[in-house]
């Protein structure tokens, strides 16, 4: 399973980006997360396998959007309003095993490479 997300960039805050992340191989659950500096690596958002149920973290809720497009195998974090403390590197993963999607880093085993999202003041 290969994993590439990009649409990373600088933004003012208020704005918006949208993240993509395009996936080879079969349709798994998948989530997106983010490492700002110096900070450890959180949960961001999940969608299930077939885009019906999705979670977030309530840092996101009302602002951040994931979605799929299970025919173009991609998924998308759409982010609005956004803050300076959004600033990280926002990584796409998918998990492979289990049921629901997960909110925890090591339920997902494969990654992709981050793209950077900064948010100036």
């Known amino acids: 399973v290969q994993l590439q997300a990009f649409g990373g960039g600088l933004v003012q805050a208020g704005g918006s980006l949208r993240l993509s992340c395009a996936a080879s191989g079969r349709t798994f659950n998948m989530g997106w997360f983010r490492q700002a500096p110096g900070k450890e690596r959180e949960f961001v958002a999940a969608?299930?396998?077939?885009?019906?149920?999705?979670y977030y973290a309530d840092f996101v809720k009302g602002r951040f959007t994931i979605s799929r497009d299970n025919a173009k195998n991609t998924v998308y974090l759409q982010m609005n309003s956004l803050k300076p403390e959004d600033t990280a590197v926002y990584y796409c993963a998918a998990d492979p095993r289990m049921v629901v999607p997960s909110k925890i880093i090591n339920a997902y085993d494969y990654w992709g490479q981050g793209t950077l999202v900064t948010v100036s003041s």
């Open positions: 969608i299930s396998r077939n885009g019906y149920s999705t």
